[in-house]
């Protein structure tokens, strides 16, 4: 099955385009129930998705493909707008990646020090 990333319906494997959203199908939809259960190592979490689509930028500037998922905290019903961003990548490259992000961190105190 091929799947659309922005609506999630299901289409035949010939398919290549969402009708809805004329966007590209994808093999498989991420989500959070996948992603425990599959070969991905959760290896960032913040409440900012800049934060994770720059750690997800550098990554990939290491050849490190990653995953970002954004949901809602349902543990805090209140607080409306707050959302828990998870940045994901393969098992096999989890070491490197949070070596990556160490470093990336770093950097960041040592620039704003300055
Ligand atoms: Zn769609």
Redesign the pocket.
């Known amino acids: 099955m091929k799947y659309?990333p922005?609506?999630?319906?299901e289409y035949l494997d010939e398919i290549k385009i969402?009708a809805?959203?004329d966007?590209e199908l994808v093999d498989s939809l991420i989500d959070a129930e996948e992603i425990t259960e599959s070969d991905l190592t959760l290896i960032y979490q913040c409440d900012q998705l800049y934060k994770a689509q720059l750690i997800k930028a550098n990554l990939e500037s290491a050849n490190i493909e990653s995953f970002i998922l954004s949901q809602k905290d349902s543990n805090y019903p209140s607080v409306g707008d707050l959302a828990i961003i998870k940045l994901f990548v393969k098992n096999e490259d989890a070491e490197t990646a949070l070596e990556f992000i160490n470093n990336s961190e770093q950097a960041d105190f040592d620039f704003e020090e300055e």
Do not use: E, L, P
């Open positions: 659309c922005n609506c999630r319906a969402c809805d959203c966007i």
